[in-house]
């Protein structure tokens, strides 16, 4: 599902017109950009948790020219599924 998918589906189940889907789902998405970059988590209960990990600077391999080069540290978005969202059923 894509973006424009995701908003027609919002507008259907909200009975909202596909503007104002377009609205809510970009401002839930500045929302959590704007949380994750403070450091904060978002926990959505039933759902799950978004998070910022923080990755370690490594050695890693350019596969074209088999050269060694450094990757420097980062952080990376995490999300962890809330056990209320059991995708088997």
């Known amino acids: 599902m894509n973006k424009s998918e995701l908003i027609n589906s919002i507008s259907e189940k909200a009975g909202l017109s596909k503007a104002d889907s377009k609205k809510a789902l970009d401002a839930f998405i500045e929302s959590v950009t704007t949380t ?32 060694k080069i450094k990757i420097p540290a980062k952080k990376v978005a995490k999300f962890k599924p809330g056990a209320d969202l059991d995708l088997t059923k």
């Open 36 to 67: 994750l970059k403070s450091g904060d988590k978002v926990i959505l209960v039933g759902f799950g948790t978004f998070s910022v990990a923080e990755r370690a600077a490594r050695e890693g391999m350019n596969p074209s020219t088999k050269q």
